[in-house]
Structures are given as C-alpha cells and as structure tokens.
C-alpha cells in the first residue's frame, strides 16, 4: 500500500528591500523588464499604472508600496512579474526576481498570530538560513482594478 504524499511546489523568488518573498509558480505567467506604464487618476498609491501587454491591459501594482515599505524609483532593469490572479493578468513591480525554488510542505509555516489576520503573508518558507515570505495573491490584488479585455471596444 502507497501512502500518500504531498508533491512540493515550485515558487518563482524576488526580492523587496532586504527581504524575500515567493508566488507560486503556477500562478506566475512571465517576468517583463519596466516598461512605460499608463498612470490611473484616482487610483490607490500603491497602484504604479496600467499596462497595455499585446492587446490585454492590466493593473500593475507597484509591491514595495503595497506591503508598506519604502517605495524606490523604477529603472529600466527593474522586474514586473506578470501573474494570473482570479482569471485576470496582474503585474507586480519587485526589485529583483530570484530564482524557482522546489519546497516541500514541511519547509513551510503558518505566520504567528501576533501578525494578526488581514496581511499578505500565508505561510513562511525555511530554506537553510533564509526565511522566504509566500505571498497570498488575492489579498494583494484586493482593490486592484479589473483588467480590460483584449476585445473591449470603444463602446462607452
């Protein structure tokens, strides 16, 4: 008889100022290099624009500000990980994107209580000697707005 075990799951790694952080890879659609990005009047602070990628448009929501760190001026060289979150694209602007890490279910922790219930942590990674934040995609996109379909018309 075979007992059954939990596959591991591959998270795509970046940085934010000195901390790491994780998305789950299958939610991951590709990392893009900045590009110009369409400001949104009236949008949250940490809402960086919209972007227009091959006919899709979608929110791109600059990570640092939205987790309430330090915000930085973007370069050209700085990452958007374009994810799908609830059947829509979403870009998040990150410093760095790391590496795809393999984790089993035992690397992983829940976040302590004292972190209270509404952040955007779910579970805390342990590899060695570093920590990794895995991120819940929905309470980060909460608030984001809907992205505009590829065949949206100029009906108004």
Sequence with gaps: MH??????????????EAGEYALGIRDVIEVLSMVALAPMPQAQPWLAGMLNLRGRVMP???LRRRLG?????????????????????????????????TLSEQA??????LAGPDHAVRAIARLDDRLIMLLDLDRICAGAPAAVPAAAGAEA
């Design 60 to 62: 791109v929501i600059d």
């Design 69 to 101: 760190l330090t915000p930085r001026p973007y370069g050209l060289d700085t990452p958007i990980i374009v994810v799908r979150q609830a059947d829509r694209p979403v870009g998040l602007i990150v410093d760095e994107a790391v590496e795809v890490l």
């Design 108 to 113: 992983l922790a829940a976040p302590d209580a």
């Design 3 to 16: 007992s059954k075990r939990a596959q591991p799951i591959q998270w795509l790694t970046f940085r934010l």
